[in-house]
């Protein structure tokens, strides 16, 4: 018998912590590794936050178990948030804080889908997606829009993935891994192609705050009022408040799929940290100056990167409109041969490039096709000009 389940065996290892973890044992051993690796902010929690996390440690009631599905307060602060914030006037009950967006995003797949059930995965899609949906016992069928597309998925693409067995779509805007913010008028054409098919949207909504250049990405149920029982919305501090390491997400959902949701939480992890769920609070009844403030910086470093990777030869770096990531199209270097060696995918490439410039990016195979490499710029704008920088000069020689 097999010392491990069929189940568990069949994950992959997350690619962009495997990415970011390579690259910080490299700098631990002295190595002049820059990362692009990880997708989280590199500035710190602001301090009114982190000072109302140190306030509640105090407190003895946080050093208890507390209600599965989160603090009233808290749960109370993403309802008042997500009328601020979306428009979108949702209950308390309709809410489920978990550990961080990627539990919510599992718990929604592990609610709402059956074994054989089929879930429609627009790529290139976030490395964890499909291996929810497998561990859910439920089939990715991956729709691919490249950089022509802005890669951004049609109806018509959707629907001609469409079968029977289709249960939910995983919708997320704006995208990680390329940035891209689908527009109104395609995300209200989604939406409506998936109430008339009575297809669930799983929608990931955790990038919300990090738009440019006018962009807007509003939410599913507000465009098209219908979807709402049928629509589960993930979101978190991570992103939008540089609390990656807080681990605090949520569900947003009908009544039944949240107390569902619940029930196995309840199980699985209980109640999240009671100090996290405080700070939570605090960041979302507090103003969001210091999110903008973050995004002033994001915003210029999207356009230094973008502007570098594009002087590589062989790249296409489309502009996002969002997140903080960038695609670029490496297919122009694909088969050449770089200080002796030769990729012939995305994946070898980024192993060249880590072992010959000492940089780390995360190839499409992540994400999807091959082809491709996704770059975080929620770093240094000196570390980006010295990173890419060294990628130019190594595809250059």
Request: net charge negative.
């Amino acid at each position: 018998m097999s010392r491990i389940s069929a189940r568990i065996a069949a994950i992959a290892e997350s690619a962009t912590l495997a990415v970011d973890a390579k690259a910080k044992a490299l700098k631990a051993a002295g190595r002049p590794v820059i990362g692009f690796g990880a997708g989280e902010p590199d500035f710190p929690t602001p301090d009114y936050i982190v000072e109302a996390a140190a306030a509640a440690t105090k407190v003895v009631a946080n050093h208890r178990y507390t209600p599965s599905p989160g603090l009233p307060e808290l749960r109370q602060a993403i309802v008042d948030k997500t009328t601020r914030d979306s428009h979108y006037d949702i209950t308390v009950d309709q809410v489920l804080v978990t550990n961080g967006g990627k539990q919510a995003v599992y718990q929604a797949f592990a609610t709402i889908i059956d074994p054989g059930d089929e879930v429609i995965l627009p790529s290139p899609f976030w490395t964890t997606y499909p291996e929810a949906i497998k561990l859910a016992g439920g089939k990715s069928v991956e729709v691919f829009a490249d950089e022509s597309q802005n890669y951004l998925v049609t109806v018509e693409q959707l629907e001609a993935a469409r079968t029977p067995k289709t249960k939910a779509l995983l919708f997320c805007s704006p995208s990680n891994p390329t940035g891209s913010v689908y527009t109104p008028a395609q995300v209200k054409a989604i939406g409506e192609w998936a109430l008339k098919n009575n297809i669930w949207i799983i929608s990931d909504e955790i990038y919300e705050h990090l738009l440019y250049d006018g962009a807007t990405a509003p939410s599913l149920p507000v465009v098209v009022p219908g979807l709402a029982d049928t629509c589960i919305i993930i979101n978190g501090v991570a992103k939008t408040y540089a609390m990656t390491g807080w681990r605090v997400g949520w569900m947003i959902g009908p009544k039944d799929v949240i107390k569902a949701a619940t029930n196995l939480q309840s199980h699985l992890t209980s109640n999240v940290s009671n100090v996290s769920q405080r700070a939570a609070i605090a960041a979302l009844t507090g103003n969001l100056d210091a999110v903008h403030k973050m995004g002033e910086a994001f915003n210029r470093r999207r356009t230094l990167i973008v502007g570098l990777l594009n002087e590589i030869p062989g790249f296409t770096c489309p502009t996002p409109q969002g997140a903080f990531y960038v695609y670029p199209s490496v297919k122009g270097v694909l088969g050449k041969t770089i200080r002796g060696k030769v990729a012939n995918t995305s994946a070898e490439l980024a192993t060249i490039i880590l072992d010959e410039v000492e940089v780390a990016a995360v190839p499409g195979e992540a994400f999807g096709p091959s082809g491709y490499l996704r770059f975080s710029y929620a770093t240094s704008d000196e570390d980006i000009v010295e990173g890419i920088g060294r990628i130019k000069k190594l595809l250059s020689e």
